[in-house]
Nanobody, 115 residues
Framework: QVQLVESGGGLVQPGGSLRLSCAVS????????MGWYRQAPGKQRELVAR???????NYAYSVKGRFTISRDNAKNTVYLQMNSLKPEDTAVYYC?????????WGQGTQVTVSS
């Protein structure tokens, strides 16, 4: 059984910052990629940022330079530091982990950017 527990979402004003965390627990043999996706109302879920076991990262064009993904392998935790937030960043953010060849998802955390 693998569990992903997300935290850090909330309401923030435009230009503000939030930090999301996702802790992975359970039977973990090896974590390959870890990432964050988001889904805004009426839109498809999209990749925000991803980090491999080797530390390589990739970002959606819309968040490059504003968001930073990182991971703590000792804690099996992935983070998403979000700066200069915009109203269009409003969405439910989902943590994703690739264990072997299997994807696991968190329950989602709401991020709302509004004045």
């Amino acid at each position: 059984q693998v569990q992903l527990v997300e935290s850090g979402g909330g309401l923030v004003q435009p230009g503000g910052s939030l930090r999301l965390s996702c802790a992975v627990s359970g039977t973990i043999l090896s974590i390959n990629a870890m990432g964050w996706y988001r889904q805004a109302p009426g839109k498809q879920r999209e990749l925000v940022a991803r980090i491999t076991s080797g530390g390589s990262t990739n970002y959606a064009y819309s968040v490059k330079g504003r968001f930073t993904i990182s991971r703590d392998n000792a804690k099996n935790t992935v983070y998403l530091q979000m700066n200069s937030l915009k109203p269009e960043d409003t969405a439910v953010y989902y943590c994703n982990v690739l264990l072997g060849y299997t994807d696991y998802w968190g329950q989602g955390t709401q991020v709302t950017v509004s004045s």
